[in-house]
C-alpha cells in the first residue's frame, strides 16, 4: 500500500497469528510503500495537529515509529502504565483516559496558529513551539495538507487546471511535484483510480 505524506501521530494497534502489536506511528513528511501483514487486523487512532505525547518528542517520530514492548492482546504499555487495548468502539474512551491522565497533551499556542489566531509572542518562539508539538514547520504541514487535499478533489473528478487555481498552486507542474512527493500518485492517477492501495480516504470519488 502506497503510505501518503500526513502531519498527525497515531497509535495503531493490530493483531496477526494471535500475536499483538502497538506502535506510535509520527507524521510522515513523504510518499512511501507500507507492507500489509496477510491476516493482520488493525485498529488506529490519529491525534490532532498540537498535541503530542507527554514522554516522547513527536520530533522523534517523524517519518518514522516506535513499537510498544510487552503488548498483549488485552493491554499495552504507555509511559510507565498498562491501559486496555481499544476496540474502534472505545477508542475516544482511550483517548479520554490519556489526556485526563496527562499522557497526551495540547499546546494551546500551536492550536491557536492553526486557527489562525496570532498569538502575542514572537515568529521565533511560535516555531519553536510548533516543532515541538508537531515534528514539523508550519510550512512543511501546510504543504502537505494541500497535496491531500489536491488527491481528493482530483479522486472526486476535478481537472488538474481547476485544482490548481482552488488551491494557489503555481501551475501543473507545481501540483504534479507536490502530488509526486506527498501523495506518490499522479492527477491522472488520482482521476482514474489507478495506481493501486493508497492510504487516503477517496471513498467518494466518482467516475470521470
Given amino acids: 500500500m502506497t503510505s501518503v505524506a500526513g502531519v498527525r501521530w497515531g497509535l495503531v494497534f493490530w493483531e496477526q497469528a494471535s500475536r499483538a502489536h502497538t506502535v506510535i506511528t509520527g507524521p510522515e ?3 512511501s510503500a507500507a507492507p500489509v501483514p496477510e491476516g493482520a487486523t488493525f485498529t488506529g487512532i490519529e491525534f490532532a495537529v498540537g498535541t503530542s505525547l507527554r514522554a516522547v518528542p513527536t520530533s522523534a517520530l517523524t517519518d518514522g515509529g516506535i513499537e ?3 503488548t498483549t492482546r488485552r493491554t499495552f504499555r504507555l509511559d510507565g502504565e498498562r491501559w486496555e487495548t481499544p476496540s474502534p468502539d472505545d477508542a475516544e474512551a482511550l483517548v479520554d483516559r ?3 491522565a496527562g499522557i497526551v497533551v495540547r499546546d494551546a499556542l500551536v492550536v491557536d496558529v492553526l486557527r489562525g489566531h496570532r498569538p502575542a509572542v514572537s515568529g521565533r518562539t511560535v516555531e519553536r513551539r510548533f516543532r515541538a508539538a508537531t515534528g514539523l514547520t508550519q510550512g512543511v504541514v501546510r504543504q502537505i495538507e494541500r497535496a491531500r487535499t489536491a488527491a481528493e478533489l482530483l479522486a472526486a473528478g476535478d481537472l488538474a487546471a481547476d485544482v490548481v487555481v482552488k488551491l494557489d498552486y503555481y501551475d501543473e ?7 509526486r512527493s506527498y501523495v506518490g500518485r499522479t492527477a491522472r492517477q ?3 483510480g489507478a495506481g493501486g492501495a493508497i492510504a487516503l480516504d477517496l471513498d467518494h470519488r466518482l467516475t470521470p
Fill in 29 to 31: 513528511t513523504r510518499t
Fill in 68 to 70: 510498544l514492548p510487552d
Fill in 98 to 100: 490519556l489526556v485526563r
Fill in 173 to 179: 507542474p507545481h501540483l504534479a511535484r507536490a502530488l
Fill in 190 to 192: 488520482l482521476r482514474e
